[in-house]
């Protein structure tokens, strides 16, 4: 009697075709390629690295800190009293020589957030839509709805929170910004007599300071303080 072996069945059967391993060039663009997307999504969802072209942020912040911008505060709010933020020029506020001159590679790295762009500038929000912004108060302090304001972040503690004078009502969507040294600082009193008036666009800014990464030794704090402004009334 002829004995017969039974048959494999198809599942166990070895499968006549693998699949094949893309060569390590290709492997390696396509991962290159997923880095860079992910970089431009965390860039424009998440979070942006700029660097600071002046002193008008100091001591808070120094020429040539490096910072990181966190976009997820203004996702579903806008910037209040106090947020240090960077915005686009809302009008040659920067003048000539206010960009850092950047090489091809790191125009290249700056379009995926993975170098600190410029051309952008960073300042503390002081008013936001309805407030009224005076200065100064008989103690040299800037009035907010008509409550006066200690701001421990400037760079001249003894000195009036602005030696120029103004009386500014905020306009709805628009924010009235400071730099912390006042002396040193072309912020929105700088811009009184423009169209705009020296109000910025909430639509204008890119996010809030988080966190300053280099140098080293300066690594810490993005210097947001709202603390000072807690006292501040809503505007009528």
């Not at 290159?32 to 992910?38: H, M």
């Not at 072209?53 to 808070?60: C, N, R, V, W």
């Not at 304001?149 to 924010?175: C, I, M, T, W």
Request: proline share 6%; glycine share 12%; net charge negative.
């Amino acid at each position: 009697m002829t004995s017969h072996e039974p048959a494999a069945s198809a599942a166990s059967r070895p499968s006549s075709k693998k699949r094949k391993a893309l060569p390590l060039w290709q492997e390696t663009i396509l991962l290159v390629a997923i880095a860079l997307v992910l970089a431009l999504v965390v860039k424009t969802f998440l979070v942006q690295a700029f660097w600071i072209p002046s002193g008008s942020m100091e001591d808070t912040l120094q020429i040539d800190d490096r910072i990181l911008v966190q976009k997820v505060s203004y996702w579903t709010g806008e910037p209040e009293r106090g947020d240090v933020v960077v915005f686009d020029d809302p009008g040659d506020w920067l003048g000539a020589g206010g960009e850092q001159e950047l090489g091809p590679v790191q125009q290249v790295l700056s379009v995926f957030g993975l170098y600190p762009a410029g051309g952008h500038l960073v300042k503390r929000v002081i008013g936001v839509g309805g407030d009224r912004v005076v200065c100064c108060d008989a103690q040299g302090r800037l009035e907010i709805n008509g409550t006066s304001v200690d701001e421990p972040y400037l760079k001249d503690k003894n000195a009036d929170a602005s030696s120029q004078r103004f009386d500014v009502k905020v306009p709805d969507g628009r924010l009235w910004l400071m730099g912390d040294n006042r002396d040193n600082s072309a912020d929105s009193r700088a811009h009184l007599g423009s169209p705009g008036g020296g109000f910025v666009n909430v639509d204008a800014v890119l996010g809030k300071s988080w966190v300053t990464v280099w140098p080293f030794d300066r690594m810490g704090s993005g210097g947001s303080d709202n603390a000072p402004f807690a006292a501040v009334p809503d505007s009528d």
